[in-house]
């Protein structure tokens, strides 16, 4: 069912609430994209032959936030987020600027991030924070989609006086094994697409629902990447 | 260029762009046109509405190279629509321009 999908959010599409607007068409359309409205409005042409993958259902599994839990205990830590999903366009990823032309400027990449805890000793204020993976998902040069971790950044509150620097040094020594376990889950979550030959491939902010009619989505914590087959 | 046109130019872009209304106001802006690193990448992240976000400390971990056999990467519609208007392309060649003129050292 080819479909024409309006997503308005104050914020934009993919960061925040937004509203999604679905219409169905009794015919096929053409791919089509445009934003309007300085960024709040976004519209998308789907045509019948659209796969769509909800990044979000298919990386934020039980499996995968049992992993991200016990790893996180056996940390010291304690997971308090669901596992988000988000697009960020590469302008705005944290390490944007420690390579800026790493990237095309347009490029958007998907983070994967999750909210955590980390319980001090009296003489400290606990320490809460957000681990943040970002990928980079495209086609290649046959057409297939692909999935490569980019980079990982983390945030921390919390902690002082005097348990900073051990807990920054965690965090830190914990990078390399979390991107570590990303890329299997990534890979994962992406092997049933990855086998179709692709023309395009764009992302939707939230599930991917084509369902006719008016609903309310959160960019921030789910994306939905959809292929058109060549 | 007088700054205040620039930081105009600035804030425009970034709203087009889909970025939303710049918080931090004047100084960032300024800081974006001006190409200085943490205080640009301060305001991407503002503008992006994540003030509440915004930490008390950051660090970031490795990142790794762009992969050789990239043929095609989602594009973020904002700044796609953006190219497509005359006024938006050439803020969007200028701000590019200024990107690769950042030097190893400003990384």
Same mark, same amino acid.
């Given at each position: 069912?080819?479909?024409?999908?309006?997503?308005?959010?104050?914020?934009?599409?993919?960061?925040?609430?937004?509203?999604?607007?679905?219409?169905?068409?009794?015919?096929?359309?053409?791919?089509?994209?445009?934003?309007?409205?300085?960024?709040?409005?976004?519209?998308?042409?789907?045509?019948?032959?659209?796969?769509?993958?909800?990044?979000?259902?298919?990386?934020?599994?039980?499996?995968?936030?049992?992993?991200?839990?016990?790893?996180?205990?056996?940390?010291?830590?304690?997971?308090?987020?669901?596992?988000?999903?988000?697009?960020?366009?590469?302008?705005?990823?944290?390490?944007?600027?420690?390579?800026?032309?790493?990237?095309?400027?347009?490029?958007?990449?998907?983070?994967?991030?999750?909210?955590?805890?980390?319980?001090?000793?009296?003489?400290?204020?606990?320490?809460?924070?957000?681990?943040?993976?970002?990928?980079?998902?495209?086609?290649?040069?046959?057409?297939?989609?692909?999935?490569?971790?980019?980079?990982?950044?983390?945030?921390?509150?919390?902690?002082?006086?005097?348990?900073?620097?051990?807990?920054?040094?965690?965090?830190?020594?914990?990078?390399?094994?979390?991107?570590?376990?990303?890329?299997?889950?990534?890979?994962?979550?992406?092997?049933?697409?990855?086998?179709?030959?692709?023309?395009?491939?764009?992302?939707?902010?939230?599930?991917?629902?084509?369902?006719?009619?008016?609903?309310?989505?959160?960019?921030?914590?789910?994306?939905?990447?959809?292929?058109?087959?060549? | 260029?007088?700054?205040?046109?620039?930081?105009?130019?600035?804030?425009?872009?970034?709203?087009?762009?889909?970025?939303?209304?710049?918080?931090?106001?004047?100084? *960032?802006?300024? #800081?974006?046109? /001006?190409?200085?690193?943490?205080? &640009?990448?301060?305001?991407?992240? =503002? %503008?992006?509405?994540?003030?509440?976000?915004?930490?008390?400390?950051?660090?970031?971990?490795?990142?790794?190279?762009?992969?050789?056999?990239?043929?095609?990467?989602?594009?973020? *519609?904002?700044? #796609?629509?953006? /190219?497509?208007?005359?006024?938006? &392309?050439?803020?969007?060649?200028? =701000? %590019?321009?200024?990107?690769?003129?950042?030097?190893?050292?400003?990384?």
């Amino acid at each position: 069912m080819s479909t024409t999908s309006r997503y308005i959010g104050v914020w934009g599409p993919f960061n925040g609430q937004f509203v999604e607007s679905n219409t169905a068409h009794s015919g096929d359309i053409p791919f089509k994209e445009t934003s309007s409205g300085g960024g709040v409005m976004l519209t998308v042409d789907r045509p019948n032959a659209e796969v769509a993958v909800d990044l979000g259902k298919q990386i934020a599994t039980d499996a995968t936030v049992g992993a991200v839990s016990k790893a996180l205990i056996a940390s010291g830590a304690s997971l308090t987020s669901d596992i988000r999903v988000q697009g960020v366009p590469w302008i705005s990823v944290p390490y944007f600027w420690q390579n800026a032309v790493a990237h095309n400027i347009s490029d958007m990449l998907a983070r994967i991030d999750f909210d955590f805890i980390i319980h001090t000793p009296w003489y400290c204020s606990d320490a809460t924070g957000t681990i943040s993976v970002y990928v980079l998902l495209f086609l290649d040069s046959h057409g297939h989609l692909q999935g490569h971790v980019d980079g990982a950044w983390w945030e921390r509150h919390g902690g002082d006086p005097f348990c900073t620097g051990p807990i920054d040094s965690g965090l830190d020594a914990a990078i390399p094994g979390v991107k570590a376990k990303v890329k299997p889950i990534l890979d994962n979550a992406l092997k049933a697409a990855s086998v179709i030959k692709s023309k395009r491939m764009y992302f939707l902010p939230g599930n991917g629902r084509k369902t006719p009619g008016t609903s309310i989505g959160d960019g921030t914590t789910d994306l939905t990447l959809a292929l058109i087959p060549a | 260029m007088e700054i205040q046109k620039m930081i105009d130019d600035a804030k425009t872009f970034l709203r087009n762009a889909g970025f939303g209304e710049i918080t931090s106001q004047g100084d *960032a802006a300024r #800081a974006v046109v /001006a190409g200085r690193t943490s205080e &640009a990448t301060a305001i991407f992240q =503002l %503008s992006l509405g994540n003030d509440a976000k915004a930490p008390v400390h950051v660090q970031q971990g490795a990142r790794e190279p762009r992969p050789a056999d990239v043929k095609s990467v989602p594009a973020f *519609a904002g700044m #796609a629509s953006l /190219a497509a208007d005359p006024t938006g &392309a050439k803020m969007l060649a200028e =701000l %590019s321009k200024q990107v690769a003129a950042v030097k190893p050292s400003q990384k």
